[in-house]
Nanobody, 115 residues
Framework: QVRLVESGGGLVQAGGSLRLSCVASGINFKIHTMTWYRQAPGKQRDLVARIFSNGTTDYVDSVKGRFTISRVNPWNTVHLQMNSLSPEDTAVYYC???WGPGDYWGKGTLVTVSS
């Protein structure tokens, strides 16, 4: 059974930082692309960043230079370091991975950035 568990969300002031973590189980983690999405209130869920099995990363333009995605394969963990946060980053952040027909999501962690 695939399970993704996010943590690290919270309330932070604009300009602050948070580090999100996602721990995966039930998958061969090292071969999976791991992706962070976010969903702001009343908006669709959007891709934020992803990291491929070879360590290559990809970011949405709005977070480039501020967010860093990384993975620790022995710990089945993917991190999202978020710096210079702004109120526009307020959202529920979700961890995701896909393999064949499977599309797996965590329950999300809430990030609230106050102005």
């Amino acid at each position: 059974q695939v399970r993704l568990v996010e943590s690290g969300g919270g309330l932070v002031q604009a300009g602050g930082s948070l580090r999100l973590s996602c721990v995966a189980s039930g998958i061969n983690f090292k071969i999976h692309t791991m992706t962070w999405y976010r969903q702001a209130p009343g908006k669709q869920r959007d891709l934020v960043a992803r990291i491929f099995s070879n360590g290559t990363t990809d970011y949405v333009d709005s977070v480039k230079g501020r967010f860093t995605i990384s993975r620790v394969n022995p710990w089945n963990t993917v991190h999202l370091q978020m710096n210079s946060l702004s109120p526009e980053d307020t959202a529920v952040y979700y961890c995701n991975t896909r393999w064949g027909p499977g599309d797996y999501w965590g329950k999300g962690t809430l990030v609230t950035v106050s102005s």
